[in-house]
């Protein structure tokens, strides 16, 4: 009984802190839908009378948010893919090829998540600015195109691969190369995914770096797109929280499509042996 009891306790509690960390989002989604009375209504209401879609069509007639979202979609490709690219590699060679001083180079290599992004953010708008990529496709992606975490997550996922296979494959006559793509790639397909859900991500949501390089809408993204909703007059909250709405369905749809990956591919490298 008291271990019923106790399990009781815990679900009970973690169904409040879940409806706690959802109600934001519920919120925004309902008022996206309510009428501009509505969401200025006070207490706030829990749900819309109607579906009133007016505030979805104002914002693209406000913003040109379509472009917005195709500009964040194009840095985000961009992003995920060369992560994955470098990271991958990266990983291979730190878990699988002896060289000399390779602890050391990784050490240094993982103490760089140790530094804060605002640290860097004036050398490489420095080096941005001095290559003339301002308000660029460029300038918004290569800063970003290879990150320690994603190396870390990788290599920890191929140290798992059994030895056996790259033994096996040496003797056949492979080479590196041949080992990386035809092994260790599609062996760690869940560990890719787990970092492209997380890259994507990241990308789709920066908004410092794009609004600090970005002059021009023709390269503002979607983060950019949404903060131009409020005006220094008066600010009409249903109207920010429908963009809002907007920018979050589909980092919403891909985090469902790949929560199972992710998951996965966080604990695959938990525990060695």
Known sequence: MTHRLQ????????????????????????AAFMTPEEASAYPPRFWPSSLYVGSIVAVFKLVPIGKFIANSFVVSIIITAGQLM????????????????????????MATMMIPWEVTIIPNYLTVKKWDWLDSVQGLTV?????????????????????????AARIDGCGHFRCFFRIVLPLGRSAL??????????????YLWPLLITNSEAMRTVQIGIAM?????????????AGVTI???????????????????????????
Request: net charge positive; hydrophobic share 60%; aromatic share 18%.
């Open 7 to 30: 399990n009781s306790f815990v679900y009970v509690l973690l169904i409040i802190l879940a409806a706690l960390v959802l109600y934001p989002i519920f919120y925004t989604f309902t």
């Open 86 to 109: 470098t990271s991958s590699m990266a990983a291979y060679a730190f878990a699988n090829i002896r060289f000399k001083g390779k602890a050391a180079i990784f050490a240094v290599f």
């Open 143 to 167: 800063p970003f195109l290879a990150t320690a975490f994603g190396t870390f997550l990788l290599r920890q996922f191929f140290l798992q691969l059994p030895k056996e296979l790259f033994e």
């Open 193 to 206: 995914a787990t970092l492209t859900v997380y890259a994507f991500l990241s990308s789709w949501n920066m």
């Open 229 to 241: 909703l409020q005006f220094e007059e008066l600010t009409v909250w249903n109207l920010v929280l």
């Open 247 to 273: 920018v979050l369905l589909p980092s919403l749809l891909l985090l469902v499509l790949g929560l199972k990956q992710l998951v996965r591919g966080l604990t695959a490298g938990a525990v060695k042996g």
